[in-house]
Structures are given as structure tokens and as C-alpha cells.
């Protein structure tokens, strides 16, 4: 069969979706709850394209070519719905990118992941990361006005954390090695940065309870940082900050751990229902419409490969 595409024809075989068949010849279409051969319903919209044969805008991960259409996937009117489909999804998403700490340090330290390697017991790690980013034996931190400290979420909660004394104590431990570690913060301002506002009083009081390790830090940087498809695709899609605010009730920074080394975060998820659809009897929809939300009961734990961390399009589910 024969579709228009761009204005070019080209064959296709009818059996894929549209997105598989434009991905095939080269468009680079985005999708969140559509992933290659796994199960899915149609929900985010950012896959959207237009067949001008009938003027309609159709979402290309569930759609199947048919003679005559006629495809546009790059017009101002495409990108820009694509564009409010996801500033729609991220005005229902409470969480930070990056951690305000790392993104203020003059040095370049990757002060977040530094405190969550020591908070996790893996000192050496914590080293190598301090050591990686600067000279370990004369550390910029101690003539350093500290913006860290300024900008650190823990201080809008009760008082900051002193990361400037932890990174000294740090550099100074003389019993630890160099291991396999390396980063230096990489912050970019081309990237887009998904950043939480502010607690309620009663988060306060949770975060409180919650984080109460000697440190105190809240680990603001999202742990999915890197796989993230919402954030990529927000990066290409220009948007800056959410358009419409932020309006989740989700419990800020509330980590389930769900089994081994996988973690849910409910105020990440954007319900796209991936893991509900590829998990049997493991992740579940609880409630309608906007009250929609994505939980794991504790008997459905168990079901739930770690895996499904890899299809999730946003950092609500993370191994670490
Ligand atoms: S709470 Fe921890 S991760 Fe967050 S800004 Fe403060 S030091 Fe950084
Ligand atoms: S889930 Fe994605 S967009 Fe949200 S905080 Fe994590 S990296 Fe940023
Ligand atoms: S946890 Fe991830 S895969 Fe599951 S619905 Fe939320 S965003 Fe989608
Ligand atoms: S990827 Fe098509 S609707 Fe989500």
C-alpha cells in the first residue's frame, strides 16, 4: 500500500503502526506510553501526526496506515500539540531533575550524587565522585562561599544540609580508595529541568520523619535522570518550565521500594500505564479520571520484574 509522507510516497506493508512505519524510514517520533513490543493504550499524545487527507490529528502509535493518507509529522501544528501534550503531563508532575545543590556548585562537584553514595554506605564511591570532579588535596570548598547550602531543599524544610563540612571530612578521609567513579556536574541550560516548587507544611513534617539519616539530605537529583524520556523530549520540545504550573497531589520524594533494587515514585509517574499493561498482577490503576493513579499493592510485589524500570518513559521507576 501507498501513503504520503512529508509529501514523499512511500510503500508500506499495512501491518505496522504508523509510528513503526515512520520510525522504519527514518522519523524520529516521540512516544511515552507506546514502547516497541510492549503492551499499550494510547494516553499521552506525544506521538501525534496529521493526515491531511481528512484534516485529523491521530495518535501514529495506534494507528495503522491505510490507502491515501496523507502524513505530515513536522509542521508548527504537529509539534505544537505534541508540545501541549507534554507540558500537560508535566504540569502533574512533582520532582526535580537535578538537584539545586549540584546545579549551584562552581567547582563542578556532583555534590547530590556524592552525599548519596556516602548516605548509602559507599564511601569509597562518595570519594572517587569528589575526587573525579577536583583536586581532592586542596578542595575549592574551603574557600568557597558554600551556594550549595543556599540553594539545598533541605534548608525551605527545617536547616540546610552542611554539605561544605561534609565535603572537607570527605577529602580529608585518607582510608578511603579511588574506585571506578567518575563525574563532574554536567548542567546543562539547553536541557530541560523539571524543578519541584515548594513543600506543604505537612510534607515538611513527612520529609522530616522520612529523611532522617545523619546527613538530613532529601537525594533531590531524580534517579532517572538519564533514561528519562519526558525530560529528553521536553528538551526537544524547547519547553522550559511547565506552562500550566504544577498541580499533583502526590506525595513529593516518597520512594516504594517494590522489590531488589527497583523503586517507585509515585509523583513521577505520568499514568502512562506501561508497567500496568507488562506486569501481571504487579502494577495496578487505583481510582478514575483525574484522581488517576499508579500504585503496587504489597502482595503484587513479588510479580514484578525488575526490568520494567527500562520501559517506564520517566524516573518513577528506578533501580539502584
Ligand atoms: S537536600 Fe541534599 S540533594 Fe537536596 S539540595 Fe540539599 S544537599 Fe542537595
Ligand atoms: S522523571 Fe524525568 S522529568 Fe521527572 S524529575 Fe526525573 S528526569 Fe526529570
Ligand atoms: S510508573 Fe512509569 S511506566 Fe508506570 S505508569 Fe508511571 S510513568 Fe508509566
Ligand atoms: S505514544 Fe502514542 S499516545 Fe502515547
Excluded at 546543562?188 to 513527612?206: C, H, I, M, N, P
Amino acid at each position: 500500500m501507498k501513503i504520503k509522507v512529508n509529501g514523499k510516497e512511500i510503500d508500506v506493508t499495512g501491518q505496522n503502526t504508523l509510528i513503526e512505519e515512520l520510525r522504519n524510514i527514518g522519523y524520529d517520533i516521540p512516544s511515552l506510553c507506546y514502547d516497541s513490543g510492549a503492551s499499550h493504550q494510547a494516553s499521552c499524545m506525544v506521538c501525534m501526526v496529521k493526515n491531511v487527507a481528512n484534516g485529523q490529528m491521530i495518535p501514529s502509535c495506534s494507528t495503522f496506515p491505510q490507502e491515501g493518507m496523507n502524513i505530515e509529522t513536522d509542521t508548527e501544528e504537529v509539534l505544537s500539540l505534541r508540545r501541549m501534550s507534554l507540558e500537560l503531563l508535566l504540569s502533574d508532575h512533582r520532582a526535580d531533575c537535578e538537584a539545586p545543590c549540584t546545579v549551584v556548585c562552581p567547582a563542578r562537584i556532583d555534590v547530590a550524587q556524592v552525599i548519596l553514595h556516602y548516605d548509602r554506605g559507599d564511601k569509597d564511591k562518595a570519594y572517587s565522585l569528589l575526587a573525579s570532579a577536583t583536586d581532592i588535596d586542596n578542595l575549592p570548598c574551603k574557600d568557597c562561599k558554600a551556594p550549595c547550602e543556599k540553594a539545598c531543599r533541605r534548608g525551605t524544610v527545617d536547616k540546610c544540609v552542611s554539605v561544605r563540612d561534609m565535603m572537607m571530612v570527605l577529602a580529608e578521609a585518607k582510608d578511603l580508595r579511588v574506585v571506578e567513579a567518575k563525574s563532574v556536574a554536567n548542567v546543562s541550560k539547553d536541557v530541560f529541568s523539571s524543578k519541584l516548587g515548594r513543600y506543604s507544611d505537612a510534607e515538611k513534617e513527612w520529609l522530616k520523619e522520612v529523611y532522617s539519616q545523619p546527613s538530613r539530605c532529601l537525594h533531590c537529583a531524580c534517579e532517572g535522570r538519564d533514561k528519562c524520556k519526558l525530560r529528553q523530549f521536553s528538551t526537544n520540545a524547547g519547553i522550559k518550565a511547565p506552562r500550566y504550573g504544577v498541580s499533583s497531589h502526590q506525595i513529593v520524594k516518597e520512594q516504594i521500594h517494590v522489590k531488589g533494587s527497583l523503586y517507585f515514585e509515585p509523583a513521577k509517574c505520568i499514568r502512562c500505564g506501561l508497567c500496568v499493561y507488562n506486569t501481571n498482577d504487579g502494577f495496578t490503576f487505583k481510582h478514575r479520571g483525574f484522581d488517576m493513579q499508579v500504585v503496587i499493592p504489597e502482595e503484587s510485589k513479588n510479580n514484578v520484574d525488575e526490568k520494567i524500570a527500562d520501559i517506564c518513559p520517566t524516573g518513577a521507576l528506578f533501580t539502584v
